[in-house]
T-cell receptor, first 111, second 112 residues
Framework: QKEVEQDPGPLSVPEGAIVSLNCTYSNSAFQYFMWYRQYSRKGPELLMYTYSSGNKEDGRFTAQVDKSSKYISLFIRDSQPSDSATYLCAMSETSGSRLTFGEGTQLTVNP | AAGVIQSPRHLIKEKRETATLKCYPISRHDTVYWYQQGPGQDPQFLISFYEKMQSDKGSIPDRFSAQQFSDYHSELNMSSLELGDSALYFC???????????FGAGSRLTVL
């Protein structure tokens, strides 16, 4: 079983929809949680970064971490066609240590 | 500001050949990470360096080696290439082990 599980999708939504992306994990030592966006043939780009449990909001993006349930989420409000990409959750045990990625969810936002 | 630069962007090799990938981190970043991403898969951690010393080692085959040089750039050397080595190889850099990693655009290796 993988340490980080993420539904690969694909997920297709209409423009303006609220998108919910999720990951579960099994390693209770993970303390740092990130969401990366990856466009086709490009490197992952950091979207959100949170430490331990809680919520973090940045514009149309909200990241939630529930360590008790080992569950993290990324919400995208008012989704745009430019949000179409693969979204990868990533986690690490300590700052600067290796990242363990989820499989990535492929999102398409249709105009 | 320049991001993480990787070269070459594309590389085609035959089985059993060798390949070298290069990574130039963001200026003043002292930590470099290498990840391998197979088709449709998540990036897998290979190895990392901090201040020119290996700081962590993941699922890197013995056929692969890497190092970080005095100017902080890093090279990933791959020998006896196998078909299964075909993948995107990403380099990422950070400053003093901070968790904010910046990834390069990747080097796509195809082994025929």
């Amino acid at each position: 079983q993988k340490e980080v599980e993420q539904d690969p999708g694909p997920l297709s939504v209409p423009e303006g929809a609220i998108v919910s992306l999720n990951c579960t994990y099994s390693n209770s030592a993970f303390q740092y949680f990130m969401w990366y966006r990856q466009y086709s043939r490009k490197g992952p780009e950091l979207l959100m970064y949170t430490y331990s449990s809680g919520n973090k909001e940045d514009g149309r993006f909200t990241a939630q971490v529930d360590k008790s349930s080992k569950y993290i989420s990324l919400f995208i409000r008012d989704s745009q066609p430019s949000d179409s990409a693969t979204y990868l959750c990533a986690m690490s045990e300590t700052s600067g240590s290796r990242l363990t990625f989820g499989e990535g969810t492929q999102l398409t936002v249709n105009p | 500001a320049a991001g993480v630069i990787q070269s070459p962007r594309h590389l085609i090799k035959e089985k059993r050949e060798t390949a070298t990938l290069k990574c130039y981190p963001i200026s003043r970043h002292d930590t470099v990470y290498w990840y391998q991403q197979g088709p449709g898969q998540d990036p897998q951690f290979l190895i990392s360096f901090y201040e020119k010393m290996q700081s962590d080692k993941g699922s890197i085959p013995d056929r692969f080696s890497a190092q970080q040089f005095s100017d902080y750039h890093s090279e990933l050397n791959m020998s006896s290439l196998e078909l299964g080595d075909s993948a995107l190889y990403f380099c990422a850099s950070s400053f003093s082990g901070a968790n904010v990693l910046t990834f390069g655009a990747g080097s796509r290796l195809t082994v025929l």
